[in-house]
């Protein structure tokens, strides 16, 4: 049985902390070495090692590869979608750039797996907005939209051409506690509880209609694990599988929300994110990846949202004892 010695990369991010975590708890804190050109994140500390390390730089992360005998490299480095839009090169260059040198590199070494995300963000308006499928038109209009469906043929061009084993998942806009948002046009889902409890008010910058595709963060990272740990035979998709959580407009969440705290009020002032979130699909068909691999989610948005504000009470508590 080989040894598992895992390289997370951007383990500081929204995505990154948990799931660094969460390998950890499974094949054991010295296992999984953790990296990011951030300062090491408090919940990280203490739980495994850590290194410093810019995924632009090929030669220092070819050198991580081999000193640590990495055997699975997950990527998770990248500019989202409302940062990208303000420095649309920058995104282009890191987002794919970074995958072009963890792809080399794992052909070059023999890294057994490379996890790699995408997003809902490679659909684009004229994508089905309803039960968006697995396979049908993809024109995104952000460039991180389009680095990401770019990303997504050179994890399948890798995967027939070199044999790596390459996976990805398209993930939702993502919900967490335990991590800040990074700058994506699903983040209002995020700042909405945060507010809620501290100011009793939201401004939203969607409007309220405005339907979009979610998930909880339990479940993005039980989803990417759950893919990474199936046998080889049954992963039919090389580029990205489809997977969705729930679909919700902040109208509906900031119900939710209300239920819990009933003083808690919203005003919608729609940005330049506005345009983004109307170019993606409100719901995702996800049945590639369930009847593959058997995804399936276990939260929807009052299961979420109690868990979410329970969660954020007690850190807040935390912080005032």
């Not at 090169?89 to 490379?114: C, G, M, P, Y």
């Not at 389009?146 to 399948?156: H, L």
């Not at 790596?164 to 995020?190: C, Q």
Request: proline letters at 5%; hydrophobic letters at 35%.
């Amino acid at each position: 049985m080989i040894k598992e010695k895992i390289l997370v990369i951007g383990a500081c991010g929204q995505i990154g902390v948990e799931l660094t975590l969460e390998l950890r708890k499974i094949y054991g804190g010295s296992n999984v070495v953790a990296s990011d050109l951030r300062a090491e994140n408090e919940l990280l500390k203490g739980t495994g090692p850590y290194v410093s390390l810019d995924v632009m730089n090929k030669e220092m992360l070819h050198v991580q590869v081999i000193r640590q005998n990495i055997t699975q490299i997950y990527l998770l480095a990248a500019i989202l979608s409302a940062t990208g839009e303000k420095n649309p090169n920058l995104a282009w260059h890191l987002n794919t750039q970074s995958l072009l040198n963890v792809l080399e590199i794992a052909k070059d070494e023999n890294v057994r797996k490379v996890y790699w995300p995408s997003s809902i963000a490679v659909f684009g308006p004229t994508s089905p907005k309803i039960n968006c499928p697995q396979k049908t038109v993809i024109e995104p209009t952000t460039v991180y939209g389009i680095s990401k469906f770019a990303g997504e043929f050179w994890c399948n061009y890798f995967n027939h051409r070199y044999d790596i084993d390459v996976r990805s998942l398209r993930y939702p806009g993502l919900i967490s506690y335990k991590s800040e948002p990074g700058g994506g046009t699903t983040d209002y889902a995020v700042e909405i509880f945060h507010d809620a409890l501290e100011e009793d008010h939201f401004t939203c910058f969607l409007k309220e209609d405005t339907y979009l595709p979610m998930m909880y963060m339990p479940d993005a990272i039980r989803a990417t694990i759950e893919l990474m740990e199936s046998p080889v035979e049954k992963i039919s998709v090389r580029t990205s599988y489809n997977i969705h959580g729930m679909s919700f407009s902040p109208k509906e969440i900031a119900a939710e929300i209300k239920k819990h705290i009933p003083g808690f009020t919203v005003i919608y002032e729609p940005d330049y994110r506005q345009q983004i979130a109307e170019s993606w699909p409100q719901s995702i068909d996800d049945s590639v990846a369930r009847n593959n691999w058997g995804w399936k989610p276990k939260y929807d948005l009052a299961t979420m949202t109690t868990d979410m504000i329970e969660n954020l009470k007690s850190e807040m508590s935390a912080r005032e004892s």
